[in-house]
């Protein structure tokens, strides 16, 4: 993990983005072409308040010209490594939570949010 102050002022999606990246660098080949691209999606769409995204299955096929069937399957491959959990919600979207069981990108959020006044 990078040292914290790389991280100052920096939105959450970048957090997330770059500790994905680091995360692809230390597990080469174990993800999908179309995991990966959909996790980068998902960063996008972090929210900087709240650390979730919730992107509809749609949407993230419409981003990368994918169908929603491989969207549904890169899901799938990322939380079984532990990259994302998924929360149903009603509104026909899933939430998102990056890094779940990493506490390291919790404290970075978290630290992020206070580095921007939140």
Known sequence: MKHLSNYENRPFSIIVRDKFREWLRSNPG??????????????????NRTGLAWPSASTLSEDNDLTRSSV???????????????????????QYR????????????????VDRGG
């Open 98 to 113: 990056f890094f779940p069981d990493d506490h390291d990108i919790s404290r970075l959020y978290l630290e992020s949010l």
């Open 30 to 47: 174990k993800l999908s072409p179309a995991a990966r691209l959909v996790m980068l999606s998902l960063c996008e769409y972090a929210n």
């Open 72 to 94: 549904f399957n890169a899901l799938r491959q990322l939380e079984e490594y532990s990259l994302i959990r998924r929360k149903n919600r009603k509104e026909n979207t899933n």
